[in-house]
């Protein structure tokens, strides 16, 4: 059988060290088939729209917050990466603010995180992790407020069961499609949580959020795909397969 590891939305460098570190020690002792985020892996934060003007945009952190992705991509021996909307900052600061800098080698998002040495291939297009699931990163339709929602409207857009992220929540929804009991199809929209520091989030008002610590896994067997949605506690701790890791 095999086992799909998904890590969700991190945002370096507002990550929770305990969590990561939680992780790569599963990950190590575990030995997935393969280990894929989601995206959002870096927060990018000092390139935002909510930065500019601010004390945040001259913080001087790029680089050493690249750094440290690029540390954490490897420790956790991430293999696959979904495009998302705060690794897209890269792109869209330098093509509006900056647009004679474009074609710049160093400045292309794959090569700025390294991403051939770490042996990732980032998907700039929804990628087929497990057979009838798609990895995306959940930005690519309109967002509910509803845990597993927003994965369940892009997984009924394409057909196909999606993993993502982005929301911040986690939670699985099925959603079947029979008639008289043949022909019977269920899709699943799978949101895996985040790894985030929530009061490092300034921009939530009143630093309210009903986000879920997490990650998820996909067992493979065959085209059988079972999801797994995996909560993270506050002491960095969680359960899989009834061992708990910390």
């Not at 959940?138 to 369940?152: V, Y």
Request: hydrophobic share 35%; with cysteine; charged share 20%.
């Amino acid at each position: 059988m095999k086992v799909n590891v998904c890590i969700p939305d991190m945002q370096i460098p507002y990550e929770i060290p305990k969590m990561i570190n939680s992780l790569e020690r599963f990950i190590k002792s575990f030995k997935p088939t393969t280990v894929a985020s989601v995206g959002d892996e870096i927060d990018f934060q000092t390139i935002s729209k909510w930065s500019r003007g601010t004390l945040l945009e001259y913080e001087g952190s790029i680089g050493r917050d690249r750094d440290k992705t690029v540390e954490i991509l490897e420790r956790l021996q991430i293999k696959h990466m979904a495009r998302s909307n705060h690794t897209d900052r890269l792109f869209n600061t330098i093509s509006l603010r900056a647009p004679g800098l474009l074609g710049l080698p160093e400045l292309n998002l794959e090569n700025f995180l390294r991403l051939p040495d770490l042996g990732i291939t980032l998907h700039n297009e929804p990628y087929e992790l497990a057979p009838g699931w798609l990895l995306m990163h959940g930005d690519e339709g309109s967002q509910s407020p509803t845990a597993g929602m927003t994965a369940l409207g892009l997984a009924k857009r394409t057909n196909m069961s999606v993993v993502c992220g982005h929301t911040h929540r986690q939670a699985i929804v099925p959603f079947t499609q029979a008639y008289t009991g043949s022909a019977e199809k269920t899709i699943y929209g799978f949101e895996v949580g985040n790894l985030m520091d929530y009061s490092k989030a300034k921009y939530i008002k009143g630093g309210m959020t009903n986000w879920q610590h997490g990650f998820g896994i996909l067992y493979v067997d065959g085209k059988i795909v079972t999801p797994v949605a995996i909560p993270i506690q506050r002491d960095g701790s969680f359960i899989v397969d009834g061992f708990k890791w910390k």
